[in-house]
């Protein structure tokens, strides 16, 4: 059990059947009344998100969740295989358990979220950066980079990424794996 003065970003709750992982939360101390803390949760389970307004002190039920390494294999029709790295064995999840599986590249490490108690896979964390090699982009003109303009470049994976006007094709580049974001060029 915890309270709500426990909350904080990533912890995850028991809720009505289900398990949410606090997205954002705001205590709130009106002039007039009771405090109160407004969260938005996020189902590890459906990937649907929960608005939920608690009083201040009230107890929640805090899940057991373990983040537990793995390395992405490939995708079948089966699911996403992955591979844990401390005993070796593979498992395969589906799709929407995965925030943004366009940027999964073979051979990535992430970590995946387990309930504890039921061993079941919540969800995939990736790492907040990856490195993508670009594999076709237009080439930017000569002259055109006062502004902050942006050109879609596809990456290895698959994915489309806005890129600046210099970058070039067959160069590595940084994502932001949160948006989905060009960050950097590798040097």
Do not use: W
């Not at 309270?3 to 059947?17: I, Q, R």
């Not at 009083?55 to 899940?63: D, L, M, P, R, W």
């Not at 995708?75 to 366009?102: A, H």
Request: hydrophobic share 35%; charged share 30%.
């Amino acid at each position: 059990m915890a309270s709500t003065a426990d909350f904080k970003n990533g912890l995850c709750l028991e809720l009505n059947h289900d398990i949410y992982s606090i997205v954002e939360f705001q205590h709130v101390k009106p002039g007039k009344g009771a405090a109160f803390v407004r969260t938005k949760m996020k189902s590890l389970r459906t990937g649907k998100t929960l608005e939920k307004t608690f009083n201040a002190g009230e107890k929640v039920t805090t899940a057991r969740v373990e983040k537990r390494p793995h390395q992405f294999l490939y995708k079948d029709d089966m699911g996403y295989n992955f591979m844990d790295t401390e005993n070796f064995e593979q498992m395969s999840l589906e799709e929407r358990l995965i925030e943004r599986p366009n940027l999964l590249k073979d051979g990535q490490n992430v970590d995946i979220l387990v309930h504890a108690e039921e061993e079941i896979p919540l969800s995939v964390e990736l790492p907040p950066f990856v490195e993508l090699m670009i594999t076709y982009t237009e080439p930017g003109i000569k002259g055109d980079t006062a502004t902050n303009a942006l050109k879609p470049a596809t990456v290895e994976t698959g994915a489309i990424v806005m890129v600046p006007l210099f970058v070039e094709q067959d160069i590595l580049i940084k994502v932001d794996t949160r948006d989905g974001s060009y960050s950097e060029r590798v040097k």
